[in-house]
């Protein structure tokens, strides 16, 4: 059997599967199908400081091997969250990744300084694919110089021992250049990949299906994108360890992402149809490796990089 334990900056795992932020809330859903402990973490959906209603319904559209999703970050905001969400994940003994989302630095500093100290955070997600309201709606993600400001702020103000990645958004042109410089400015890694913004129409009504206009796209459709997302960032940044996830369902869909360079794999939109996937992911991955002769999760980190130059010669 593979040592199936990872390192994720200063903070060790158990074994390399979590949830995805968005698609389990903080996991007391999940946890009446399995034991949520038993996943290397729990990844919570993104919160903010106050309370959001979110954006207007139809929220989720079906596309083919997807889905496209507009939910609007919705949620009880960081005090309600702490009292009821995070106290419960404490409480059953999870380790728990909070991913964090604002409109404005100063709401991402905000909430770093709320996790600061609490000894249920094993780390925090930054999830910076929100619109900046100080740049007239972009995303932050989009645009190195905000991402830069987003992550140095909250790593400055966040418990050192609290390791603060990054999430990436695949709508950019390079992904390394935001990933380099979320990197100079103190990131200790990265979730990679967000949804990709999507828009269904509805051939009836002729109109758009979603009633936020456009949604984020994933499932299995993103997979290669996500695989290739990580080989980029890993190979521009091996020192700095990333967690992988996009259409992740089954033990060969998260290998696929530790070969590109995932210290780790979300499951997230699988749940909706199985939501016991992340546990057997966990089994089908363990055995996979075991098949494959690693030892340990480690030894398939990035091991498809191997050679990569000398095979692909210029294209590497």
């Not at 038993?38 to 596309?63: D, W, Y």
């Not at 932050?140 to 990645?165: K, L, M, N, T």
């Not at 290998?255 to 749940?271: D, E």
Request: one cysteine or more; proline letters at 6%.
């Amino acid at each position: 059997m593979a040592d199936l334990s990872t390192d994720l900056g200063t903070l060790t795992l158990p074994n390399p599967v979590l949830t995805a932020s968005g698609c389990a809330a903080a996991g007391r859903e999940l946890n009446q199908f399995f034991d949520v402990t038993q996943l290397g973490a729990v990844v919570t959906k993104s919160i903010m400081l106050r309370p959001r209603s979110g954006r207007a319904t139809p929220r989720m559209a079906e596309t083919p091997s997807g889905m496209l999703n507009s939910i609007g970050l919705q949620g009880p905001g960081i005090d309600a969250f702490l009292e009821h969400d995070l106290a419960w994940l404490a409480r059953a003994g999870a380790r728990t990744v909070v991913s964090i989302a604002g409109g404005h630095t100063d709401e991402y500093v905000a909430l770093a300084r709320r996790l600061y100290g609490n000894p249920a955070v094993s780390m925090i997600e930054v999830n910076i694919s929100c619109p900046n309201v100080e740049s007239r709606g972009q995303v932050f993600a989009c645009d190195a110089i905000a991402s830069s400001r987003v992550i140095g702020s909250v790593r400055r103000a966040a418990d050192p021992r609290q390791p603060v990645f990054a999430k990436l958004s695949p709508d950019v042109t390079d992904i390394t250049l935001i990933a380099r410089a979320c990197a100079d400015a103190g990131a200790d890694g990265f979730s990679l990949i967000n949804t990709l913004l999507g828009m269904v129409i509805d051939t009836d009504t002729m109109r758009p299906a979603l009633g936020g206009l456009t949604g984020g796209l994933s499932g299995p459709a993103v997979r290669p994108i996500a695989v290739r997302c990580i080989w980029q960032v890993k190979r521009a940044l091996p020192h700095l360890p990333i967690i992988g996830m996009g259409g992740v369902r089954s033990g060969l869909d998260a290998l696929q992402l530790l070969l590109a360079g995932a210290s780790a794999v979300s499951v997230g939109t699988a749940v909706f149809g199985d939501p016991s996937a992340p546990l057997r992911v966990l089994g089908e991955l363990d055995a996979a490796l075991d098949e494959r002769g690693f030892g340990s999760v480690a030894e398939a980190v990035g091991y498809a990089h191997r050679g990569a130059d000398e095979d692909l010669g210029v294209l590497a």
